[in-house]
């Protein structure tokens, strides 16, 4: 069976560092991507980039490239995404998703992590 | 970017009722489009992709249509499980993904 579970909650302050993480496992982590999306309390889901394990091949959408940084670690099947200096505006709940296709194509999410919850606040 | 505007924003609508949710896409985006159904603090639960195939496991009375710039969710008897918010959702050749804004279907 095809999992992701990801990190907990996190409560930081503005302008503090820091790396969520969503662990695959029941298949071969580095023969899917996996994406990240955002959604801000009440509001709806936003793409935010995906990475391919298998060669660290990564996508931003425009509205976050520069904003976080996305990455994988083959050897414990393992993504994250990452912020150098949180703002408030980053309060959201964050999904890590993977698609059961692998062309560009057939990249619809069918499987997803439960989400982690990060709130950042002074 | 390609934009995805869902209409309406928000339905209301009773158990056994025929709704239908419309997504238009800025540019055609062919058959590259999926939905999506979420409820109140759960993750999104995919519904159908490539416009109109059923993903496995989720009820035939859900049925999806469309390709380019038009696309449409039916659902063809409401239950009372289906009371959640609805995304479309659609990709392209340069891995650009973005979703709609949400219906949100609530119990009339």
């Known amino acids: 069976e095809v999992q992701l579970v990801q990190s907990g909650a996190e409560v930081k302050k503005p302008g503090e560092s820091l790396k969520i993480s969503c662990k695959g496992s029941g298949y071969s982590f580095t023969s899917y991507w996996i994406g990240w999306v955002r959604q801000m309390p009440g509001k709806g889901l936003e793409w935010m980039g995906i990475?391919?394990?298998?060669?660290?091949?990564?996508r931003y959408s425009p509205s976050f490239q520069g904003q976080v940084t996305i990455s994988a670690d083959k050897s414990i099947s393992t993504a994250y995404l990452q912020w150098s200096s949180l703002k408030a505006s980053d309060t959201a709940m964050y999904y890590c998703?993977?698609?059961?296709?692998?062309?560009?194509?057939?990249?619809?999410?069918?499987?997803w992590g439960q989400g982690t919850l990060v709130t950042v606040s002074s | 970017d390609i934009q995805l505007t869902q209409s309406p924003s928000f339905l209301s609508a009773s158990v056994g009722d025929r709704v239908t949710i419309t997504c238009r896409a800025s540019q055609g985006i062919s058959s590259y489009l999926a939905w999506y159904q979420q409820k109140p603090g759960k993750a999104p639960k995919l519904l159908i992709y490539?416009?109109?195939t059923l993903q496995s496991g989720v009820p035939s009375r859900f049925s999806g249509s469309g390709s380019g710039t038009e696309f449409t969710l039916t659902i063809s008897s409401l239950q009372p499980e289906d009371f959640a918010t609805y995304y479309c959702?659609?990709?392209?050749?340069?891995?650009?993904?973005?979703f709609g804004q949400g219906t949100r279907l609530e119990i009339k």
């Open positions: 990475i391919y394990p298998g060669d660290s091949d990564t």
């Open positions: 490539a416009a109109s």
């Open positions: 959702q659609q990709l392209n050749s340069y891995l650009s993904i973005t």
């Open positions: 998703a993977r698609p059961d296709g692998n062309d560009y194509g057939d990249l619809y999410f069918q499987h």
